[in-house]
């Protein structure tokens, strides 16, 4: 079946630093892929919608300059979380395929 | 703007018995619902797709129905087992493409 990978898996980083999680589609073509942020203990939100070769599609109150979102190609969708702040701290999980497929996560930690 | 709500948020059970997970949503007009496990610390597990046409999906041991009139959807699983616990959420999609997902019922299957 198609699957989805994020890198790293976890990653902990200093306030202020700027941190680049990958999202890739190993076997499929994946124009289209989401980013969704859960903090913990509460459901997904979706952040952004990640298109090839044209800009992402930002939910209301999404900084778009905060979080980054390249999708340069059509198995790899990158989040720059920049600047991080501890408010940051957050599990980050991408999809694709329609959100059939989600990838196992990002764990962040802002110290 | 879509509300999805997930009764109950946690469920303890002994193992062997039947369940059932609720979830409703405020807007009709949907694209598709979803339900996902997630284990903890981890991504998301798709376990099945209700297309908005569709009244219910199996899969093994589970079966989800949808009600859209009246703005429902339930996960049934039989037989639960130790290894069925776990946090399940509902994700609804709406025809502009968008999913929002619930809050998750955390399951707890006792050997």
């Known amino acids: 079946g198609a699957v989805v990978s994020q890198h790293p898996s976890w990653v902990i980083c200093k306030s202020g630093t700027s941190v680049k999680i990958e999202c890739r589609s190993l076997?499929?073509?994946?124009?289209?892929m989401f980013w969704y942020r859960q903090f913990p203990k509460q459901s997904l939100m979706l952040m952004a919608t990640s298109n090839e070769g044209s800009k992402a599609t930002y939910e209301q109150g999404v900084e778009k300059d905060k979080f980054l979102i390249n999708h340069a190609s059509l198995t790899l969708s990158t989040l720059t979380v920049t600047s991080a702040h501890p408010e940051d701290s957050s599990f980050y999980i991408c999809s694709a395929l329609n959100e059939q497929f989600f990838g196992p996560g990002t764990r962040l930690t802002v110290l | 703007k879509q509300e999805v709500t997930q009764i109950p948020a946690a469920l303890s059970v002994p193992e062997g018995e039947n369940l059932v997970l609720n979830c409703s949503f405020t807007?009709?007009?949907?694209?598709?619902l979803q339900w996902f496990r997630q284990d903890p610390g981890k991504g998301l597990t798709s376990l099945l797709l209700?297309?908005?046409?569709?009244r219910e999906q199996t899969s093994g041991r589970l079966n989800a129905s949808l009600d859209k009139s009246s703005g429902r959807s339930t996960l049934y699983i039989a037989a639960s087992q130790p290894g069925d616990s776990a946090t399940y959420l509902c994700a609804v999609r709406t025809n502009a493409g968008k999913s929002t997902f619930g809050d998750g019922t955390t399951l707890t299957v006792k050997p």
């Open positions: 209700i297309q908005s046409s569709q």
């Open positions: 076997d499929f073509q994946a124009t289209t």
């Open positions: 807007d009709s007009a949907i694209y598709n």
